[in-house]
Each structure stands twice: as C-alpha cells, then as structure tokens.
C-alpha cells in the first residue's frame, strides 16, 4: 500500500512548489498543495461518510467533487486520490495522525472549510445518523476547532438544503 501511495503521489499530485510556479516562492511542505494533507483530509471526509456504514453515492460525488476544487485535482486524480485514502482509511488504528497533520499546516479558516465539508458530507444522504453526528463532533474536537465553530458551520450546511 505505502509503494502505490508514493507511486500516485510522485507521478500524479506533484505539489505546487517554488520551483514549478515562481508565484509560490517561500512556500515549502505543509501547505495547501501538499499531497500528505489533501490526503488526510480525505481520509477525515471518507471516514464520516462511512460512519453510519453506508457509503452512498451522493457521499462518493461530494467528496470527488470538493477534491477536485479544494485541491485542484481532474476528475481522474481525484478518484485515484479518493482510492489510496481509502485505503489508508481502513488501515489506520485512529484518526489523530491526520487531524494532527492537518493541525499542523491548515490555519483556522482553512479548518473551518473543513468542517463544513465534513457536514455537507453527512447531509448528502439526507439524513443525521447519531454515529455521524458523535464523529463530527469528535473531528472538530481533534481539529481544535473554537467551540460553536462546527454548529456554525452546519447551520450554514442546513440552511443551503432545499426544503422539503
């Protein structure tokens, strides 16, 4: 798995750098284009939207979709990049190591877009399971997120919902 991780990563998600694109000069690893945290925010969206053990394909569609225009991916990356956090999903023991990585790289704002893809995650189906609901809770605690952050960030969720 760590062989075909490294493999997508060297020959598909190069990151932005200084000496690809002179207009990021001084940004170095850590940052928005770097793959280790385009992949632990996946592996945070694909672990809710499995938390209520059912991986709808209004889940898979969000999660495509917002890679590909957070992290300016095609549509073929993406679904490569959504596979390999998959993965490491399954295989992980806890999700501290990619809340920690993200913790460390992402500033506030940029932890707070996150929430609110986690919620449009777990509304994408159309319903809150209590098992979505504990881990979103749980994610915006180990994203050190203030507290009311994350019932902002769903409200704003909710209120962009057509009625039914």
Same mark, same amino acid.
């Given at each position: ?24 000069? &001084? ?7 770097? !793959? ?15 938390? $209520? $053990? ?17 992290? $300016?991916? #095609? ?18 023991? #806890? ?37 979505? #609901? ?12 203030? !507290? ?10 909710? &209120? ?5």
């Amino acid at each position: 798995m760590l062989d075909a991780l490294k493999s997508f990563f060297t020959k598909r998600v190069q990151p932005v750098t200084a000496a690809t694109d002179p207009s990021r000069r &001084g940004e170095t690893a850590g940052t928005a284009a770097d !793959p280790r945290l385009r992949n632990a925010a996946c592996v945070l969206l694909l672990e809710l939207a499995h938390s $209520d $053990d059912e991986f709808t394909a209004d889940e898979q569609s969000l999660i495509n979709g917002a890679l590909m225009r957070h992290f $300016d991916l #095609d549509a073929e990356t993406a679904q490569e990049a959504m596979a390999l956090a998959d993965q490491e999903r399954r295989s992980a023991t #806890d999700l501290h190591q990619f809340t920690s990585l993200i913790n460390r790289h992402y500033d506030e704002g940029q932890r707070m877009v996150l929430a609110e893809l986690l919620w449009r995650v777990v509304y994408a189906d159309g319903q809150l399971s209590k098992h979505e #609901d504990y881990l979103a809770r749980k994610l915006a605690t180990l994203l050190e997120l203030r !507290p009311g952050y994350l019932a902002e960030a769903r409200k704003r969720v909710i &209120g962009e919902r057509p009625s039914s």
